[in-house]
């Protein structure tokens, strides 16, 4: 029979081809690929920072990447900058599990209810576009100085967000698949834990992306202005900083900002690349069993089409 013989064929795919044994050399290479356009980036921008620092613009606060570097390394040593590290991650993390499920939950009832999307739908949106810094004289009120005021701050700057991407990604979800999820018998939540939530992982990744970015943003903010007595944290740190014009002291605070917001973004690319290669979305993605498994549903169920006259 034709279809049988279609599905033995593609039956074949199911078999991965041997792959050649990864090899130190070929390894070193991927990593080196990866890792010298960040090399350069860097080289360029110290070039640049000791070319201003030569040329002898504010000569009396601007300070080169010598001076900043040994100022970094002698915080690191014998200073506290690992607290105050300590100090801060705390709090983003708190900030953003809270900022996690608020914003999932309003995400997934605005997206599927549309009279409150109708009522709060643009409010979510005009929230996530007010500036951080303007929260921070409101939570200072409600709260007091302390921590409270800073999660309050940190979770309005990334929930918004994370809602917004959820909606974005429920909207795009396509009809014919929540069709089909119904007639298989899902409804309620087996709906969303099985097929809606799944189909709108990438958007909703990109809008936890996003919220973390405004959180740590958030974070910032309220730490510069909200000084907590018997915690130091970054914020407090880099004011400290601003206040004795310490510009090497000041530019190893944002360097250290700047480094734990790229490492943060690197594990949500890490996890977008992730996504994406499960769903075969990368040209040089190997073929996998889940990938050939697809094919073959997807071929048998256009020859049942076929064969059924539709």
């Given at each position: 029979?034709?279809?049988?013989?279609?599905?033995?064929?593609l039956d074949s795919l199911e078999l991965e081809p041997a792959?050649?044994?990864?090899?130190?050399g070929r390894i070193a290479r991927k990593a080196?690929?990866?890792?010298?356009?960040?090399?350069?980036?860097?080289?360029?921008?110290?070039?640049?920072?000791?070319?201003?620092?030569?040329?002898?613009?504010?000569?009396?606060?601007?300070?080169?990447?010598?001076?900043?570097?040994?100022d970094l390394w002698h915080?690191?040593?014998h200073g506290n900058l690992w607290s105050v590290i300590g100090a801060t991650l705390q709090s983003a993390v708190v900030g953003y599990a809270l900022a996690l499920v608020i914003?999932?939950?309003?995400?997934?009832?605005?997206?599927r209810i549309?009279?409150?999307?109708?009522?709060?739908?643009?409010?979510?949106?005009?929230?996530?576009t007010m500036p951080s810094i303007a929260w921070v004289p409101f939570a200072i009120i409600i709260f007091g100085e302390n921590s409270s005021a800073i999660l309050f701050v940190v979770i309005l700057g990334a929930a918004p967000s994370i809602a917004n991407g959820l909606i974005t990604g429920v909207d795009y979800t396509p009809p014919l698949l929540l069709r089909a999820g119904r007639t298989m018998g899902l409804r309620g939540f087996a709906?969303?834990?099985?097929?809606?939530?799944?189909?709108s992982l990438p958007a909703y990744v990109a809008g936890m992306k996003q919220g973390w970015a405004f959180a740590w943003r958030s974070l910032m903010a309220g730490e510069l202005v909200v000084q907590i007595i018997g915690q130091f944290s970054i914020g407090q740190q880099l004011s400290v900083d601003q206040q004795n014009l310490d510009f090497a002291g000041a530019t190893s605070t944002i360097i250290v900002i700047l480094v734990i917001g790229i490492v943060v973004d690197t594990l949500f690319a890490k996890a977008d690349l992730t996504i994406r290669r499960r769903r075969g979305l990368l040209d040089a993605a190997p073929a996998t069993n889940s990938g050939s498994g697809n094919a073959r549903e997807m071929l048998g169920t256009l020859l049942w089409f076929r064969r059924s006259g539709t």
């Open positions: 029979m034709a279809t049988d013989q279609a599905l033995r064929g792959t050649p044994r990864a090899d130190s080196w690929a990866a890792l010298w356009p960040k090399l350069l980036a860097i080289a360029l921008v110290l070039a640049i920072w000791e070319l201003v620092t030569l040329s002898g613009w504010k000569k009396l606060v601007f300070k080169g990447p010598g001076p900043v570097f040994s915080q690191a040593v914003g999932t939950v309003i995400g997934v009832l605005v997206a549309p009279p409150l999307r109708a009522a709060v739908g643009s409010i979510i949106t005009g929230l996530q709906l969303y834990r099985y097929l809606i939530l799944p189909a």
